[in-house]
C-alpha cells in the first residue's frame, strides 16, 4: 500500500512538472507571436491577428475587430457554453426522471429573437460607417492602375505616362531580406501621406488585388473596373497576393508596394519615366507579356 502511494505521488509531481513546462513553453510561444507580429509589414510565422495597420481604413478595420466583433464572438460563445453546462447538468436523467413536455415558452423565443437583432444592429452601425469610408474615395494624389493577369501583374500610372509589369521572383533568384513567394521584379513606388486612388481590371480570368497592412482587397474583373484607394502614413515596404483563386499559379501573384517619402517619389518618376515609358501603341508591354508567359 505504502508503494503504491509513493508511486502515485511520484506520477503526480511529475505531471505537475510537465503541465508547468507546457505552460511556460505557451506563454513563450505567445510572446514570440506577439514579437512578430509587432512589426510586421508581411505575414510571419506563427502570426495571430492583422498585421499593423498604417492606412486609416485599415487602423479601422482593425478598431472594428478588436472592439466589436472580438467581444461579441466572445461573448455569444461563452454564453451558449454556459448554457449548454446548465441544461446538461440541471436536466440530466437522473434529476429527471420524468422528462418535462414543455414545447413552447413565449418569453424565450421573444428574447432569442430580439436579442440577436439588437447584436446585428450593434454590429450594423459602425459597419456602414465603415464601408461608407472605403467607398468614397477621396482626391487622388496618385493613380495607379492594376491589371491582372495569369499569373503576374502590370501597373499603369495613367497620369505619369508609365507602364509595367511586376513578376515575382523565383527562388533561385531571392537576394538577402527578399520574402519568398512575396518579393516582385518590378516594385510599385507610392508616396507618404498621400491618397492613392488604384483603378482594378483583369486581362483574363478573376483576380484580386489584396494588400493586408492597408486594408485594401478588391476583385479584378475582366471587362470592368474596380476602384478603392489608400493613404499610407508610414514608409516601409508593404506585400500583398492575388485573392482570389485564379488557376494553377494563383499562389504566385504577389504584390510588392514601397511607401517613400515625396522627394524619393519624385526621383523614382524621373527614372521610371525614361525606363517604363508608355508607348502610343504599348508594343513594348505586349512584348514582355509575351516573354513573361513562355517563361511561366
Known amino acids: 500500500m505504502v508503494f503504491c502511494q509513493s508511486v502515485a505521488k511520484s506520477n503526480l509531481a511529475l505531471f505537475v512538472i510537465k503541465a508547468k513546462l507546457i505552460m511556460k513553453k505557451a506563454i513563450i510561444l505567445f510572446l514570440l507571436t506577439l514579437m512578430s507580429t509587432a512589426h510586421a509589414s508581411q505575414p510571419k510565422d506563427w502570426q495571430l491577428g492583422f498585421q499593423p495597420a498604417v492606412t486609416p481604413l485599415m487602423k479601422d478595420v482593425t478598431w472594428m475587430h478588436d472592439y466589436i466583433l472580438l467581444p461579441v464572438i466572445v461573448g455569444i460563445s461563452v454564453f451558449v457554453l454556459f448554457l449548454m453546462l446548465y441544461v446538461f447538468v440541471k436536466f440530466r436523467e437522473g434529476k429527471n426522471p420524468t422528462p418535462s413536455k414543455t414545447t413552447h415558452n413565449v ?19 459602425p459597419s456602414f460607417k465603415l464601408l461608407y469610408k472605403e467607398e468614397t474615395i477621396p482626391k487622388a494624389d496618385v493613380t495607379l492602375k492594376a491589371i491582372g493577369y495569369q499569373w503576374y501583374w502590370g501597373y499603369e500610372y495613367p497620369d505619369e505616362k508609365i507602364a509595367f509589369e511586376s513578376v515575382m521572383i523565383e527562388d533561385k533568384d531571392l537576394k538577402p531580406g527578399q520574402p519568398r513567394l512575396l518579393a516582385t521584379d518590378t516594385k510599385i513606388v507610392v508616396p507618404v501621406n498621400k491618397v492613392v486612388k488604384v483603378l482594378i481590371t483583369s486581362a483574363d480570368v478573376n483576380h484580386a488585388w489584396a494588400v493586408p497592412a492597408f486594408g485594401v482587397k478588391r476583385d479584378a474583373i475582366k471587362g470592368r473596373i474596380n476602384e478603392t484607394w489608400f493613404k499610407v502614413e508610414k514608409e516601409g515596404i508593404y506585400y500583398g497576393q492575388c485573392s482570389e483563386l485564379c488557376g494553377i499559379k494563383h499562389a504566385f501573384m504577389p504584390i510588392e508596394v514601397h511607401v517613400v517619402s515625396e522627394d524619393k517619389y519624385a526621383a523614382w518618376l524621373i527614372e521610371a519615366k525614361k ?4 508607348e502610343e501603341n504599348n508594343s513594348s508591354r505586349k512584348v514582355k507579356k509575351i516573354l513573361n508567359k513562355e517563361k511561366m
Open 107 to 125: 418569453m424565450i423565443e421573444v428574447l432569442w429573437t430580439v436579442i440577436p437583432c439588437l447584436i446585428l444592429i450593434v454590429i450594423a452601425v
Open 275 to 278: 525606363k517604363f515609358a508608355m
